[in-house]
């Protein structure tokens, strides 16, 4: 077990921390394969950018996920980047198993806040995913009391099977993983049905509560209202963000769109406000070139690497 960076959990107040998902949710959510000697590239690029918390993979079985099947090795190299928060996630206990064997800082578990889409996801009730966190924890206590246990909450802001999702269900499902043991609960607009408005009621009635255990905002980009989103959140003081480099991964409803959120934009918004993200801009946006190196073809998003920087620019 690796000790958590002496740098977690201390950032100035007007200071927010990029969470890069590209390796993980990016990767996953694209066909081809990246070849693990890109992945390392990459995550290297990212470092080098000042990114000091990526998810750099999941533990599935590399029957569900074949993009996955190297997580360990990637896991094993992320862990030689001093300073860096090394977040994997797991599904499930026997994933949270592998992880804690490879030595992750943090393993994140998705719960759906939607009852239809724990279903159809992991074929478990939300109650049984409570249940799997708490396990999770449990092992945590038990074998890597330094490691961090993360609970996204999925589609908190509607869902593509079931439609609305209740903002009572998404605070009773956020208290009872707290409950279980999770040191963080963050928010997860899986299905790019958020707007600014529920973001701000949401994140206000999940830090009232789970006071210092109300977790990141992870918004995605399908009708265009990522960045407003992490603006709203970020008024009502959610101070973590997850990205994805290039908005890799797109998005399936929305052809042009991507997915998640681009590190890009967010950095920059960020940035031209004079909130610190600690990441180096042009270092970031030359990281899209290991990506789409290993990745040949496959689109990358962003309005930023596409406009270049403002003139004049200077980066605190
Ligand atoms: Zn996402």
């Not at 064997?101 to 159809?120: D, E, F, I, M, N």
Request: hydrophobic share 45%; charged share 15%; glycine share 10%.
């Amino acid at each position: 077990m690796n000790a958590l960076p002496a740098s977690h959990g201390h950032r100035p107040l007007n200071a927010v921390l990029i969470s890069e998902v590209g390796p993980r949710d990016g990767l996953q959510s694209v066909k081809a394969t990246m070849p693990t000697a890109h992945k390392l590239l990459w995550i290297d690029a990212l470092v080098a950018a000042g990114l000091r918390e990526i998810e750099v993979g999941s533990f599935v079985p590399a029957r569900l996920l074949p993009q996955m099947a190297d997580v360990a090795e990637v896991v094993r190299h992320a862990l030689t980047h001093a300073g860096v928060t090394v977040m994997a996630l797991a599904p499930n206990l026997r994933g949270a198993e592998v992880a804690l064997a490879a030595g992750v800082h943090k393993v994140t578990l998705p719960v759906s806040a939607s009852a239809a889409h724990s279903l159809a996801n992991v074929r478990k009730t939300r109650e049984a995913m409570v249940e799997e966190v708490r396990a999770v924890a449990q092992l945590r206590d038990a074998q890597a009391p330094g490691m961090l246990v993360e609970v996204g909450l999925s589609t908190a802001f509607g869902c593509t099977l079931q439609g609305v999702v209740p903002e009572d269900d998404v605070i009773w499902l956020a208290g009872l993983c707290a409950e279980a043991g999770a040191d963080e609960v963050g928010l997860s607009d899986t299905t790019g049905m958020a707007n600014p408005a529920q973001v701000r009621r949401l994140f206000t009635r999940l830090h009232a509560e789970l006071g210092d255990k109300a977790g990141a905002a992870h918004m995605h980009n399908t009708r265009g209202l990522g960045l407003a989103n992490c603006l709203a959140a970020y008024d009502v003081g959610v101070r973590t963000f997850d990205a994805s480099l290039g908005g890799l991964g797109g998005c399936p409803y929305a052809p042009g769109a991507s997915g998640n959120v681009v590190t890009e934009d967010l950095v920059f918004m960020f940035e031209a406000m004079g909130i610190a993200t600690g990441v180096d801009l042009e270092r970031l946006m030359a990281a899209r070139a290991p990506l789409q190196a290993g990745l040949p073809g496959e689109p990358v998003y962003g309005m930023t690497p596409e406009a270049g920087l403002p003139k004049g620019w200077v980066q605190r």
